[in-house]
C-alpha cells in the first residue's frame, strides 16, 4: 500500500504561480512514475505531467514550458511547479503513483485531489 497527501492547491489568478506537492508514505520501493492528473468539469481527464525514477518526464503540450515537474525520491515527494496559469487551467489535479513497468499512465494509487482554480 502506498499514501499519497498532496498539498499546495489553491485560487490565484491567470499569470500568476503555484506549486503543489505529493508526498508518499508506505511501500514507495514499488513506486516508478510520480505524476498529475486533472479534471475539469464536463471534460475528461488528461495526464499533466509525471516523472519516473530516472528522472525522465513526460508533459501534456497544454502545459509545456509553463508547468515544471520535480522529484525528491530520498522525501518520496513529487512537485509540480505552475506558472503563467491560465483560466484553463483550472481543475482537480489528483497525484498518482505507478509501479515499475506499468508506463507513464497507469495510477495504483492516487492522491485526494487538490482544487485549483485560476481566476480572470
Known amino acids: 500500500q502506498v499514501q499519497l497527501v498532496e498539498s499546495g492547491g489553491g485560487l490565484v489568478q491567470a499569470g500568476g504561480f503555484l506549486r503543489l506537492s505529493c508526498a508518499a508514505s508506505?511501500?514507495?520501493?514499488?513506486?516508478?512514475?510520480m505524476g498529475w492528473y486533472r479534471q475539469a468539469p464536463g471534460k475528461q481527464r488528461e495526464l499533466v505531467a509525471a516523472i519516473n525514477s530516472g528522472g525522465s518526464t513526460n508533459y501534456a503540450d497544454s502545459v509545456k514550458g509553463r508547468f515544471t515537474i520535480s522529484r525528491d525520491n530520498a522525501k518520496n515527494t513529487v512537485y509540480l511547479q505552475m506558472n503563467s496559469l491560465k483560466l484553463e487551467d483550472t481543475a482537480v489535479y489528483s497525484c498518482?503513483?505507478?509501479?515499475?513497468?506499468?508506463?507513464?499512465?497507469?495510477?495504483?494509487?492516487w492522491g485526494q485531489g487538490t482544487q485549483v482554480t485560476v481566476s480572470s
Open positions: 508506505g511501500s514507495t520501493f514499488r513506486i516508478n512514475v
Open positions: 498518482y503513483v505507478g509501479p515499475y513497468g506499468s508506463g507513464w499512465y497507469r495510477g495504483d494509487y
